[in-house]
């Protein structure tokens, strides 16, 4: 029994540092832009401006990547000189007045990335740069299926696949803008590993933060 416990202990542990490697290979982050960071930064427009041109300054290289599905791997794209650079308009706020959006995982993962280094975790990470139509999506309401990954055996930490356990971004390699951090407005709502749901929230942008996934959907219910 000692020795069962002790072989499923050890296998644990090989999957947690796998995908400990595997997030800092190819997990996406980013500026989480919502109410407390701009309480947090003071709330000024100007400051936060000055910090995307900081944050443009600390990238490793001139190279633009994108996802490949077939390879499960970041691919050179083009040059930066030749690619305009996008950055999420923090300026436009949620109308509450207009209907959730319904929003399709291939918009999400139309993106594509530059490498940086990020002194946090002592490792380079893909910065996203966020397409027109994502850019459109930032705090504004939307609803989006899924399927939900739990990340501790309470289940109070969560996150949104498009994939199901097997083949998302931590044991099948998936699209790192394929996984969404997911917040209940019900703190006390449990879901199982692979329950597939509809959900209603409000989507926020990441830029640099790496404890966050590339999105965020804060006050998620289903819906």
């Not at 500026?31 to 944050?55: K, P, Q, V, Y």
């Not at 690619?83 to 706020?93: G, V």
């Not at 309401?141 to 109070?156: A, H, K, L, N, R």
């Amino acid at each position: 029994m000692k020795r069962n416990l002790v072989i499923i202990i050890v296998a644990i542990l090989i999957i947690l540092l796998f995908a400990q490697d595997n997030i800092r290979d190819q997990f996406g982050f980013g500026r989480e832009a919502d109410e407390e960071t701009s309480s947090s930064e003071g709330g000024d427009s100007e400051e936060l401006s000055t910090n995307r041109i900081l944050l443009r300054d600390s990238f490793i290289n001139e190279t633009i990547y994108r996802w490949d599905e077939t390879m499960l791997n970041m691919v050179v794209v083009e040059d930066i000189k030749d690619f305009p650079i996008q950055l999420a308009n923090y300026t436009d706020t949620q109308n509450s007045l207009s209907k959730p959006i319904e929003v399709d995982w291939n918009v999400l993962m139309d993106i594509k990335y530059r490498l940086k280094y990020i002194d946090e975790i002592g490792a380079e990470m893909y910065s996203p740069i966020f397409s027109e139509a994502v850019e459109a999506l930032h705090e504004k309401e939307i609803i989006i299926e899924g399927f939900v990954i739990p990340f501790d055996e309470e289940g109070e930490i969560l996150s949104l696949s498009m994939n199901p356990f097997a083949s998302c971004f931590f044991c099948g390699k998936a699209s790192p803008a394929s996984i969404i951090s997911m917040y209940l407005k019900d703190k006390g709502k449990r879901y199982k590993m692979d329950d597939f749901k509809r959900f209603r929230g409000t989507l926020f942008l990441n830029f640099d933060d790496p404890n966050e996934f590339y999105y965020i959907l804060r006050d998620a219910e289903e819906g």
